[in-house]
């Protein structure tokens, strides 16, 4: 028995699927210089420059001289 409503798979005229999104956004997660390569470098950024405040914060040197890159 063949169902009429599902759908045929060799149908050389259905249109391509459309490539995933992100979850926050609607940009296509790509490499290079996009929005969203952008985008999440940015956040990764952010969270660097957190973890490096929260180290000076509870080590009470610098940075630098907690990593011993100052003498």
Same mark, same amino acid.
Do not use: K
């Given at each position: 028995?063949?169902?009429?409503?599902?759908?045929?798979? &060799?149908?050389?005229?259905? #249109?391509?699927?459309? #490539?995933? =999104? &992100?979850? =926050? =956004?609607?940009? @296509? #997660?790509? !490499?290079?210089?996009?929005?969203?390569?952008?985008? @999440?470098?940015?956040? !990764?950024?952010?969270?660097? %420059?957190?973890? @490096?405040?929260?180290?000076?914060? %509870?080590?009470?040197? =610098?940075?630098?001289?907690?990593?011993?890159? @100052?003498?």
């Amino acid at each position: 028995m063949s169902d009429a409503s599902a759908p045929m798979s &060799s149908d050389a005229s259905s #249109p391509a699927p459309e #490539p995933a =999104t &992100s979850a =926050t =956004t609607a940009d @296509v #997660p790509a !490499f290079g210089w996009s929005s969203y390569a952008e985008r @999440v470098n940015g956040r !990764f950024a952010m969270l660097g %420059f957190t973890a @490096v405040l929260l180290i000076e914060a %509870f080590s009470g040197e =610098t940075f630098l001289r907690w990593a011993g890159l @100052v003498p």
